[in-house]
């Protein structure tokens, strides 16, 4: 298990607040200063959390006026919470289902030597990495970053780049899957090799298999959180 990110502890303190009612339906919560100077860290670290709870329509973010707990929470919230937190998740992973297997494909037609050697390599190493139980988020954002920036296409990377805090987020979540860690990297390594051996199809349709996988992880999440 990878070390916890400082917002990630702030996202689920701020959630901790919400679901035992010390912050309420509806009403408005402190400043990302006095939030962050409460829990004595960086205010870049408390951004990015109300951003992602912003995202999952948990916390409404009002220019001008602050930030509110969603009026649409109900008295025990902690059940509901967990089911937008996965709803936010799906929604991403429909997304990335559009977007990423084409990105791979372009980048197998696409990419030059460098970058797909760069891509390969990231792929190698974060393979290294789960091997050796290390932190690999990085180089499992970086592979997928690395494909966009190989497929030439400007306007479907800076749209996979858009989505950079809710993918890292649920990233994280999708690490604690037991087994996903194994089957990611293994999936990374076959995506490069298909890139590498410019064979666009195969890199489509092993990027499409690799995010179908984590979909169905996370819908089987929300099915028990829905019947528990």
Do not use: C
Not at 40 to 69: N, Y
């Amino acid at each position: 298990m990878s070390k916890r990110l400082v917002y990630e502890v702030v996202y689920d303190e701020i959630k901790r607040r919400i679901e035992q009612g010390i912050w309420k339906a509806g009403a408005r919560i402190p400043t990302i200063e006095e939030i962050a100077g409460e829990l004595g860290v960086g205010v870049s670290s408390v951004r990015e959390a109300v951003r992602i709870l912003g995202k999952q329509k948990i916390l409404l973010v009002e220019q001008g006026r602050g930030t509110f707990v969603s009026d649409q929470l109900p008295e025990q919230a902690d059940r509901y919470l967990a089911v937008l937190e996965h709803s936010s998740w799906l929604q991403l992973t429909e997304t990335r289902l559009i977007i990423e297997p084409e990105l791979a494909a372009l980048a197998a037609e696409r990419g030059n030597e460098a970058q797909i050697e760069q891509i390969v390599k990231t792929a190698e190493l974060m393979h290294k990495k789960v091997l050796s139980s290390q932190s690999f988020l990085r180089e499992d954002m970086k592979f997928h970053e690395q494909i966009a920036e190989a497929s030439q296409n400007e306007i479907l990377g800076n749209t996979l780049r858009m989505l950079g805090d809710v993918l890292l987020d649920s990233r994280r979540q999708t690490m604690r899957i037991p087994g996903m860690d194994e089957k990611a990297a293994a999936y990374h390594l076959l995506i490069a090799m298909a890139i590498r051996q410019r064979d666009a199809g195969q890199a489509r349709e092993l990027m499409r298999l690799h995010i179908g996988d984590m979909q169905r992880e996370l819908q089987s999440g929300l099915i028990r959180e829905e019947s528990t």
